[in-house]
């Protein structure tokens, strides 16, 4: 009811929201036929006019930014330069919507003289992937209307072949003319040259330059291609060269040039499929040895009892279910739940729940234990070894679980409980026979207990995780090379070098008996979903977008809106055929490929995973029918042979992102046979992914069938199937073989979809708000990195950071009347010796001392950089905090990716997880900030280079051993994060100051206020 009543106005405001835009187009084409009669020069002169109306436009608020750069250059005081900052800051935003207003002035001209520009190349010919194609494009009124919502900023849903490759260029062109620089995000290599070989010519035709980003490319082949107007590439390639760009040792190895406007082609495989994966950069790490190969022998031990003791159960109950006394069904009923939670994976109990009856009687049974927060649940748990919660895909070690590790081990069962820190802490404390350093000692211990037992304990479930929830051949795979790698749940494609986290992989290593890698550390991270936000304006496209369009809103707040076809669509969508098993559906499949195949009708056959394809693929060879198998591993040849995929009689495998954004032509008496029949063998956890793949057939008007074949053994049925389907069926009472087909059916499977949509977007919500902490601290991090990048000259900031410094030196010392200790950590850590006799120290006071202390330091600063050079100086500074920053960040990461870790362990009682993380993040970062101040300040004071070069070498030193992951890893070239050895050679004291984030940083507590406006509100 509510949803349809939704539906109603994001219906009537979608349509609402396209009729407002036909007057524009009108514009465009009045535009567009004054153009016709221009000669080509005279086209092209229309660019150089556009331009100079942009830049006039904006000539003044331009001057201003500039002149204020400038002066950043040499201004040395460190307020001043916040005010600069500040002013630039609101500059630039003046200018992009000064820019908007211009562009959006111009609009209708330009797209016409994109179409005009369209008109002018039919029947010209060049090379586009390695073939020869001929021009025959002039965009549709729809399409128009299409690139004007990219412009606005927003998400253009157009079904598949609709021709968005084409629509993009009309705001790609027009916001190019602004010159700073746009870019078309896409999901492979092959698409990126495809597209940016296509649609060049129309660019080039006016003289804008355009560029593609290949993975295969060197940094200063990257530079000239970020250069360009027009940038094509892959969200990963983008998404890297960012992160190395703030990792780089100079300004000269950057390669990108800001974060203007971008296009992302098929956004929602983009913005949430791959959203939840974060990109990452990482280097080893040297840490203590692991203890997964030390552990596996029992936790396989534990594994075993487990999976016997639920073969015991499961046969138990199926005796049980032969009776018809009530007592019997309900004990049955436990035993089905108790197996479920032991080991849901078991066969015999997966075949007994695919009958309606039994799964419906485990439901039950469930929900009757989960009652009042599951108080019931531990009854069914205390006789397993672990309690598996499927569908949070955690693992719970129990009484009797404990009890089993310990056996034959030296330590007891205590061994694998984790310490309440709590209550423990607070027993020491209120021990009254303790002194206190034996209190110090004791809660010393007591840490160590707590990081010893928490390393056993995630060990112990990472290992059983990967011994019930991961299996061989679905998760992953064991490679020819003795390596784990991972299967895409998406895309069903190997992940070449991509790990799990958490010590997840090792775990799974150890189970395979392969060797147990080193763990990495991460140098630099962020994800998807905040690399896109960084950019001023951002649009996408996509041919399914409507049904996460509220996460698009909430998290991108990026609109979608959902344009008509340019023909209607005629493609017929049947409803679901459900079979009780999966053998059951797979044989009705390879039926109905026989038949289609007889009808010389071509069929496109959708998998969810590798594994179902080449099920289907060994079935059909059986056959003996002939057929291509897709798995999105190599998208050029693989989008050749999806282009032919509309051939009389043609038979294609494919899994869901296979050659998508390929266009499937029909071949030549095929529209007289129907068309280009979809048949989908399981239904996927997002109904987005199923419209995509019914998409694939009735582009233009085409003609064509979608059908789905799906069974009660599939996991989104298993899972979370509605009782109503298990009754329906079990009511009709069906043969073997058969199957139901309804349209309510239809509709219940999409109700179980739409379940675990909200479900995943609830968890993706969730890890951005831990990505949010991390994503606020990066931002002050890489500001402050950038400034150093960009030669400021930083002296004024590290007075700063002396005075802090300073002053808590004082506040430590003075009270105590400590002369000498203060005079002793002066010298130790600024090279500053600081006489004072005790009757000056006391007429002095405290404040006194502390102004003494920093005139001489910033006498004796000052002195250095007399000897050294005033440039020599400016470059030891930037030295000093690009190297801090690096070394500290990176701690830093590690020490987040700790608490995240560890955070999920800790039982926290009421408390949200979320909550503590922010506030331990808070304190983490607080500490990082001191530390770095400090760190800079000795270096600074303390370093004498040798000879200049010193300074130099470090950015010539080759990257060693970083990585990334998400893709394979790349070649750096020169840009380097952290050659070794080139640590600063002091190593400061850890000395506590108060946090100083600069007051319009955003607060590291991840709240995202200004700084000034929370936690630094009382500075
Ligand atoms: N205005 C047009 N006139 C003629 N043909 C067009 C026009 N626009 C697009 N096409 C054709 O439509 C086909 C599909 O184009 P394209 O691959 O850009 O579609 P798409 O919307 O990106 O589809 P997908 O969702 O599969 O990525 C291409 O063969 C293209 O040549
Ligand atoms: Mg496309």
């Known amino acids: 009811m509510l949803s349809s009543l939704l539906k109603k106005i994001f219906g009537d405001k979608n349509e609402k929201a396209v009729k407002e835009l036909w007057p524009i187009v009108d514009q465009i084409n009045q535009e567009y036929e004054k153009l016709k009669n221009l000669s080509d020069d005279e086209l092209k002169n229309k660019t150089v006019e556009f331009k100079a109306r942009i830049s006039e436009a904006t000539k003044e608020i331009t001057e201003q930014i500039n002149e204020l750069k400038t002066r950043l250059q040499t201004e040395k005081d460190a307020e001043q330069r916040h005010e600069i900052h500040d ?54 009124d729809v399409q128009l209307i299409g690139g004007i919502v990219l412009h606005q900023g927003k998400i253009a849903e157009m079904a598949t072949g609709e021709g968005k490759t084409l629509v993009a260029t009309l705001p790609l062109y027009l916001n190019a003319l602004t010159g700073r620089g746009v870019h078309l995000v896409t999901v492979n290599d092959y698409l990126a040259k495809r597209d940016s070989e296509w649609m060049g010519e129309i660019f080039r035709f006016h003289g804008l330059t355009v560029g593609c980003i290949l993975n295969t490319m060197d940094p200063e082949d990257r530079i000239k291609q970020y250069n360009c107007d027009i940038t094509y590439g892959t969200n990963n390639e983008f998404g890297f060269d960012y992160l190395r760009d703030n990792m780089a040792s100079s300004k000269e190895y950057c390669v990108q040039r800001g974060h203007n406007f971008a296009i992302v082609d098929e956004v929602d495989s983009v913005l949430i499929d791959e959203a939840r994966t974060p990109l990452i950069i990482s280097g080893p790490v040297d840490k203590a040895e692991h203890k997964f190969d030390e552990m596996k022998p029992r936790v396989e031990r534990l594994f075993r009892k487990q999976a016997n003791y639920v073969a015991s159960i499961v046969k138990e109950a199926e005796q049980l279910l032969q009776s018809n006394d009530p007592k019997d069904r309900e004990k049955a009923g436990i035993l089905l739940l108790r197996a479920h939670r032991g080991f849901p994976k078991n066969k015999s109990l997966m075949k007994l729940l695919a009958e309606p009856e039994y799964k419906k009687l485990l439901q039950q049974t469930e929900l009757e234990f989960l009652r009042e927060n599951s108080k019931r649940m531990p009854e069914i748990d205390e006789e397993l070894y672990y309690a598996i919660e499927e569908r949070q895909n955690q693992i719970d070690l129990t009484e009797k679980g404990r009890e089993e590790l310990a056996v034959g081990s030296k330590e007891g069962k205590d061994f694998f409980v984790i310490p309440d820190l709590g209550t423990e802490i607070s027993k020491i404390e209120n021990d009254q026979s303790l002194s206190l350093e034996d209190k110090i000692k004791k809660k010393d211990e007591l840490y160590h207990l707590y990081s010893e037992r928490s390393d056993v304990i995630h060990t112990i479930n990472q290992l059983l995780k990967a011994y019930t929830l991961f299996e061989k051949d679905d998760e992953y795979v064991v490679t020819e090379d003795g390596k784990i790698a991972i299967v895409d749940e998406f895309t069903g494609r190997i992940l070449p070098g991509r790990r799990y986290s958490d010590g997840l992989h090792q775990a799974i290593e150890a ?189 233009q008007g085409d003609p064509g069938t979608s059908k789905f074949f799906i069974s009660l053994e599939d996991d989104l049925m298993r899972l979370f199937g509605s009782d109503r389907i298990t009754n329906v069926m079990s009511k009709v009472g069906m043969e073997e073989g058969e199957a139901i087909q309804h349209p309510l059916i239809t509709k219940s499977v999409e109700r179980a979809q739409k379940k675990v949509e909200e479900n995943n977007f609830a968890i993706r919500k969730r890890l951005l708000e831990y990505d949010n902490v991390m994503n606020q601290q990066r931002e002050v991090i890489y500001a402050r990195r950038k ?3 960009e030669g400021e000259r930083l002296k004024g900031e590290i007075f700063d950071y002396l005075e802090d410094f300073i002053d808590t030196l004082v506040k430590k010392h003075y009270e105590n009347g400590e002369i000498e200790k203060l005079r002793e950590e002066l010298l130790q850590n600024l090279l500053v010796d600081f006489k004072i006799d005790p009757d000056t120290w006391e007429k002095l006071g405290e404040d006194g001392v502390k102004n003494e202390i920093l005139k001489a330091a910033k006498e004796f600063y000052d002195r250095k950089e007399e000897m050294l050079g005033s440039d020599l100086m400016a470059r030891l500074e930037q030295y000093a905090v690009l190297n801090v920053i690096d070394n500290k960040w990176r701690d830093h990461l590690r020490e987040m990716d700790d608490l995240k870790e560890g955070i999920g362990l800790r039982a926290y009682g009421q408390k949200d997880p979320l909550l503590e993380y922010k506030a331990e993040a808070y304190n983490l970062f607080i500490n990082l900030l001191d530390e770095l101040r400090n760190e800079v300040v000795t270096f600074c004071f303390k370093f004498w280079p040798q000879a200049p070069v010193e300074v130099q070498s470090r950015r010539t030193a080759p990257a060693t051993r970083i990585q990334t992951i998400k893709d394979s890893a790349d070649n750096l070239g020169l840009r380097t994060s952290q050659p070794e050895g080139s640590q600063p050679h002091v190593k400061a004291k850890p000395v506590r100051v108060e946090p100083k984030v600069g007051r319009n940083d955003p607060c590291p507590c991840g709240s995202g206020k200004k700084y000034k406006n929370c936690h630094g509100r009382n500075e």
Not at 89 to 108: C, R
């Open 87 to 140: 002013q630039i800051e609101e500059l630039e935003k003046e200018l992009t919507d000064k820019y908007e207003e211009v562009l959006d002035e111009i609009l209708p001209e330009a797209f016409a003289v994109v179409k005009d520009t369209c008109r002018r190349l039919v029947g010209k010919s060049w090379e586009v992937a390695g073939s020869k194609i001929t021009w025959d494009m002039i965009p549709y």
């Open 511 to 699: 189970k395979e008996n392969v060797k147990v890698e080193r763990d990495t550390q991460t140098l630099a991270t962020i994800t998807l979903q905040n690399y896109f936000r960084l950019y001023k304006k951002l649009a996408g496209m996509t041919g399914t977008a409507e049904t996460e369009e509220g996460e698009f809103y909430e998290i991108y707040k990026l609109e979608v809106v959902v344009i008509p076809t340019n023909k209607p669509v005629a493609r017929i969508d049947e409803d679901d055929a459900i079979y009780r098993t999966k053998r059951e559906k797979y044989n009705a499949i390879i039926e109905k490929i026989k038949e289609l195949k007889e009808q010389r009708r071509p069929v496109l056959v959708g998998t969810t995973s590798v594994e179902v394809s080449e099920t289907i693929s060994r079935m059909l060879k059986r056959q003996g029918i002939q057929h291509n198998v897709l798995n999105a591993k190599q998208h050029q040849r693989e989008a050749e042979i999806v282009a032919f995929a509309g051939q009389p009689g043609a038979v294609t495998i494919a899994t869901n992102m296979a050659g998508r954004g390929t266009d499937i032509k029909l071949g030549v008496g095929v529209r007289e046979v129907g068309g280009l029949y979809i048949l989908g063998t399981e239904r996927h956890e997002a109904r987005r992914i199923d419209r995509q793949l019914r998409g694939r057939a009735g582009r």
């Open 787 to 789: 400034q150093a990048l």
